[in-house]
Every structure is written in structure tokens, then in C-alpha cells.
């Protein structure tokens, strides 16, 4: 069964970085592009962008370039994202989605169970 | 970037009711919509793609409708666990982009 295990909660000073990961298994790693989703506590969803993990290609959102890096690591079926100069609003549950395209369309099939960043000095 | 509004923000309803939510685009994005359902503390999880196709699964009291700008959530009849957050997004244009949700509560 697809499962997405990420890492766990973290607290960071401002300032710094963090590097969530997002372990898959149970599907071919290379075979969907994963994406990650942010939700500050008590608000909504926000999309930061994407890593393919066969080319290693990504696509962020304008909002977070130059902050945010997503690699993977196909030996070991792994997303990562990394997210630098953190700042007291970037405290947020992290998920990773793997995105499936069926008929043309696409959406959000697995998610990770998510990371709490809290960015506090 | 494409602004998807949702409404109401919330809503108080009761087992059996028949509930309508919207999310309206602030351009036209096709039928290039999702609806996920969050409950809290917990990943969202897949509803409708495609604006109106039922995920695999999902009971049939969903259903979604639209295209263009205007879209649609409906239950026919809310159950217990219905009761949850519901956010639609949009994947037509980059970046991708939320509705800020629609709380479902019970009345």
C-alpha cells in the first residue's frame, strides 16, 4: 500500500533552516511528481511546489523562491524539502502529497502525515 | 494568481441536511478543481476531481458541479462524519491554489 512517512516535528530559532523528508513507499518513487503543503495552525492550505522525482526537476511557488529547495533521494525513495531564513510566520504543519494525472486531470492521492515547524527564538 | 473564495466561511447544519458550498475563481480555470475534506488534525483527503467526478470510495451524498469560475460541493445528506473542514483547489495555472475553506459544523 502507498504510504509517505515523513520526518518529525522540529523547533527552529529564526533565522535558520530546516529540511523535512517524506519517505515513500509502496509505489513507484519515480513514477509520480511530489508536491508539499503548508497549513499554519488554524488556517488554511498553501501550496509551495513541486519536485519530479525522476528528473529531480521542481516548480515552487513564487512566494517561497529562493527560501525553499526540494530534492529527493530515488536510492532510498525519499522527497525533501528544505526551507532557509525561517521566520516566525513559517511555523506550520508540512505535508508532502504525491499528485497522480488520471484522464487529463490531476489531484492529491496520498499525503504524508505531516511536520510541525515551529519557529520560535 | 488565480484567487479562489470560498463560501460560507462557515456553516452550522444537521444531520440530514442538504449542504451546498461554493468556490469561485477569480479567473476562468476550466474544470481544473479538486474538493478534499480535512478533519482536524489530520491530512486533507480526496473527494471530487475534475470539478465533478467522485473519487473512488467516497460516498455518493457528494457531488461537485461547475466550470469556468463557478463551482460547487454538495452532500445530500450530512452524516456525522461530515462534519470537517472543506477546501477546493485549483490546478489550472501555477501556482496552485486553495479556497481559505468552508468549516462544517453541527447545529
Known amino acids: 500500500q502507498v504510504q509517505l512517512v515523513q520526518s518529525g516535528a522540529e523547533v527552529q530559532k529564526p533565522g535558520t533552516s530546516v529540511k523535512v523528508s517524506c519517505k515513500a513507499s509502496g509505489y513507484t518513487f519515480t513514477g509520480y511528481y511530489m508536491h508539499w503543503v503548508r497549513q499554519a495552525p488554524g488556517q488554511g492550505l498553501e501550496w509551495m511546489g513541486w519536485?519530479?522525482?525522476?528528473?529531480?526537476?521542481?516548480n515552487y511557488a513564487q512566494k517561497f523562491q529562493g527560501r525553499v529547495t526540494m530534492t529527493r533521494d530515488t536510492s532510498i525513495t525519499t522527497a525533501y524539502m528544505d526551507l532557509s531564513s525561517l521566520r516566525s510566520d513559517d511555523t506550520a504543519m508540512y505535508y508532502c502529497a504525491r499528485v497522480r494525472l488520471y484522464s487529463g486531470t490531476y489531484y492529491f492521492d496520498y499525503w504524508g502525515q505531516g511536520t510541525l515547524i515551529t519557529v520560535s527564538s | 494568481d488565480i484567487q479562489m473564495t470560498q463560501s460560507p466561511s462557515s456553516l452550522s447544519a444537521s444531520v440530514g441536511d442538504r449542504v451546498t458550498l461554493t468556490c469561485r475563481a477569480s479567473q476562468g480555470i476550466r474544470n481544473d478543481l479538486g474538493w478534499y475534506q480535512q478533519k482536524p488534525g489530520k491530512a486533507p483527503k480526496r473527494l471530487i476531481y475534475a470539478a465533478s467526478s467522485l473519487q473512488s470510495g467516497v460516498p455518493s451524498r457528494f457531488s461537485g458541479s461547475g466550470s469556468g469560475t463557478e463551482f460547487t460541493l454538495t452532500i445530500s445528506s450530512l452524516q456525522p462524519e461530515d462534519f470537517a473542514t472543506y477546501y477546493c483547489?485549483?490546478?489550472?495555472?501555477?501556482?496552485?491554489?486553495f479556497g481559505q475553506g468552508t468549516k462544517v459544523e453541527i447545529k
Open positions: 483547489l485549483q490546478h489550472n495555472s501555477y501556482p496552485w491554489t
Open positions: 519536485i519530479n522525482p525522476n528528473s529531480g526537476g521542481t
